[in-house]
Structures are given as structure tokens and as C-alpha cells.
């Protein structure tokens, strides 16, 4: 086998190198010329301001559309932004946190996530997305929920949906018949 030169070799990186910096450059002036420079974050949505609901297709877009309203609604209720609360509620410690920076007592904080999980549901309810036969119970559930299934419920409605339909069993699948 015969080696390549050694001058060969290195005009060949060379050429690779010089490749990969005209590449990046190119990257880059596109990245400009596409309006990189000037990219403004979008503004967060304002949680006080009314989401309609979809009419959901399963348990999963129920669950979603279920997480955001809570979130929206006690949001809006303590003055904060949405994404503020959910990573509040994401864990303890940055749930006390929270509270400090913003002077909100744990009473208030559950006063404002019960408010609007009910809220959530008179919604979904008014949407046609929840039957009045699953409301009225669902209400009744909400107001004696402690805190912490609340927060929970809050962040993620769906770990409510498959403990009801595991504690439906078989009968879990008529749950979905409830939803439009």
C-alpha cells in the first residue's frame, strides 16, 4: 500500500478545516439573515385571560387541558404568571421559595388551587368537555382534597384519571364514555 505524501495529507486537512469554517459562517449568516439578531422571547400568555376548551379526544387531552385551566386559574388568582406556579409546584423546596419571593401563605396557595381546580371543572362542564354526572361528584372530591393531591392534580390531572380507572377496573373504560 502505498502512503499518501505527507504534503498530501496535509493540504487534505487543511481542506477539512477550511470547509467546516466556511460551513459555520454559512450557518451563521443564515441563522442572521433569518432574523437571529433580533429574537425577542414570546410574552408568557396572561393566566387571567379566558382558554377555551377543546372538545377532548381521550383521558390524556382531558388531563392536559384539565392541568393548564388549574394552573391558569391560580395563577391568576395569586398574580403570578403560569410558568411561575408550575415550577413552583414542581417541588417542595421550590414551593417555599415561592412563597417567600412573592409573600404568599400556604393557606392561600391552597385556597387559590382548590378556587381553581373547581373553576376548572365548571369549565369543562360549560365546554360540553365533562358530563354533569362526573362534575358533581368531582367537585365534591376537589373542595376536601388535601394540598398535596391538589399541587398534584394541578401538575399532572392525568395521575387522577388512572386512579379512577384503576379503581373502575373494568369498568374503566366506560369513563371515557363520559367525555364527549
Known amino acids: 500500500m502505498n ?3 505527507p504534503a498530501e495529507g496535509s493540504n487534505r486537512a487543511w481542506l ?14 443564515i441563522y442572521f439573515a433569518a432574523g437571529g439578531a433580533s429574537y425577542t422571547p414570546e410574552k ?8 377555551p376548551w377543546s372538545n377532548p379526544e ?12 388549574a394552573l391558569d386559574g391560580a395563577a391568576c388568582q395569586l398574580g403570578v ?38 373553576r376548572t371543572v365548571d369549565d369543562a362542564e360549560q365546554a360540553g368537555a365533562l358530563s354533569p354526572l362526573l362534575a358533581d ?13 391538589a399541587i398534584e392534580l394541578v401538575n399532572d390531572a392525568s395521575s387522577l384519571l388512572s386512579s379512577a380507572e384503576g379503581f373502575l377496573g373494568p369498568a374503566g373504560a366506560l369513563l371515557e364514555q363520559f367525555l364527549p
Not at 477539512?16 to 449568516?29: D, K, N, Q, Y
Not at 361528584?137 to 393531591?149: A, M, N, T, V, W
Open 3 to 5: 502512503a499518501p505524501a
Open 16 to 29: 477539512l478545516v477550511g470547509g467546516s469554517v466556511v460551513a459555520a459562517l454559512l450557518l451563521v449568516g
Open 44 to 51: 408568557t400568555q396572561d393566566p387571567c385571560k379566558h382558554r
Open 58 to 69: 381521550s383521558l390524556g387531552d382531558f388531563a392536559n387541558q384539565f392541568s393548564v385551566s
Open 81 to 118: 404568571s403560569r410558568e411561575a406556579l408550575a415550577q413552583a409546584l414542581a417541588t417542595p423546596e421550590a414551593r417555599e421559595e415561592f412563597l417567600d419571593r412573592y409573600d404568599i401563605s400556604d393557606k392561600e396557595l391552597a385556597r387559590a388551587i382548590r378556587a381553581s381546580l373547581l
Open 137 to 149: 361528584p368531582l367537585r365534591s372530591f376537589l373542595k376536601q382534597i388535601p394540598l398535596d393531591q
